[in-house]
């Protein structure tokens, strides 16, 4: 898989709002990413004090689902942290246990593994990609990649893994750093990722960060608006590199923070709110608590529409939901839902985006 400069690259972790929202896309917006899909860990049950399934049980789906969502189309797969060291059913790790299943299917997916991955991590991936011939992904945290031992680890992990840097996919996550100022910071960025040597000879080159706050408890009822700080920054960070320097597609985590998860629903009411991306800002409509008053999110869809920010219907599946809830023809669901609808307009959104900025590589 070798990207174009205008494709884009959600980083997801697969749940539901976030594999619905990739199976409602358009065609032609599927055709423009490749999205790198983390498993997430189990969830808790904060009733029973205990997680609600095996690792088993919460893994044992996903191919299936990945199919049915995402076909044969192009995507990077991985492993939270937390699961990725457990044993399946029959003592398989999980990724081995994934991507096994996944040939049945003939699924296009390739292993992404981080840098500082375990040896038998390292093993199984280097199995996995010995099979398919796919090559694999590294992804890098900016606290690894600013360390003056980057590059050598990374050429250590591509040898255990079997592979050339050809066959290396470099993704780099900042997670949710302080973007600000913009150049400083993509001063600092440029200069640790030259210590890497010629990007060129990666497959692929990503850059992944995010602005979304890991809570919205601090946003403010009614209207609100949260700068798009990341992909300020990304424009900023290619006006500032060199002009032979290989420049990095573009990747973000959507409208979910990286570190998100799911709370004790017991103890905390969820506000019902909606998370629409305009140009350079998310605009965010937040009521009380949804479980309360489900029907505030028909007058937070009617702000929306009425706002001159509004992309039309048409533009995309969530933007159609928000559309027809505004107008009282189509109910207001579940947060699920509301998760899948700012989720589909937000991918639809960035592609707009690097279809008119020049992005890379």
Request: glycine fraction near 6%; hydrophobic fraction near 45%.
């Amino acid at each position: 898989m070798i990207l174009t400069k205008d494709m884009y690259v959600p980083a997801l972790r697969w749940r539901q709002g976030e594999y619905q929202a990739l199976a409602g896309l358009a065609a032609a917006a599927k055709d423009r990413i490749a999205p790198y899909v983390i498993i997430p860990e189990v969830e808790f049950d904060f009733e029973l004090r205990q997680l609600k399934k095996s690792v088993h049980e919460h893994v044992h789906p996903f191919s299936a689902r990945f199919n049915r969502k995402w076909g044969q189309r192009p995507a990077w797969v991985g492993v939270h942290p937390r699961i990725a060291g457990e044993p399946m059913g029959d003592g398989r790790d999980v990724l081995t246990y994934v991507f096994e299943a996944l040939r049945a299917f003939q699924a296009n997916a390739i292993p992404a593994v981080p840098l500082d991955a375990s040896t038998s991590m390292a093993a199984s991936v280097a199995a996995i990609a010995s099979t398919d011939g796919l090559g694999s992904a590294i992804a890098i945290r900016l606290e690894d990649l600013m360390k003056p031992d980057a590059r050598t680890r990374i050429e250590a992990l591509v040898t255990s893994l079997g592979l050339s840097l050809t066959e290396v996919d470099l993704v780099i996550d900042l997670g949710a750093p302080n973007f600000e100022p913009y150049v400083a910071f993509a001063g600092l960025l440029i200069a640790a990722v030259q210590r890497l040597g010629d990007l060129h000879n990666f497959r692929n080159f990503v850059v992944i960060g995010t602005a979304i706050p890991k809570t919205f408890k601090d946003v403010a009822k009614g209207v609100d608006q949260l700068p798009r700080h990341d992909w300020l920054f990304y424009k900023a960070l290619l006006g500032k590199m060199p002009a032979r320097m290989r420049k990095p597609n573009y990747g973000d985590h959507t409208i979910v923070h990286p570190e998100f998860a799911p709370v004790d629903m017991r103890k905390i009411k969820s506000a019902g709110k909606l998370v629409y991306t305009t140009a350079s800002e998310w605009e965010v409509r937040k009521g009380g608590a949804f479980r309360d008053d489900p029907g505030q999110m028909h007058d937070h869809c009617a702000s929306i529409v009425a706002s001159g920010k509004f992309r039309e219907a048409g533009f995309s599946s969530g933007d159609d939901y928000i559309a027809k809830c505004a107008a009282r023809t189509a109910k207001p669901s579940n947060q699920t839902r509301w998760k899948t609808v700012a989720i589909n307009h937000h991918i639809t959104y960035v592609l707009d985006d690097l279809s008119t900025s020049g992005a890379a590589p």
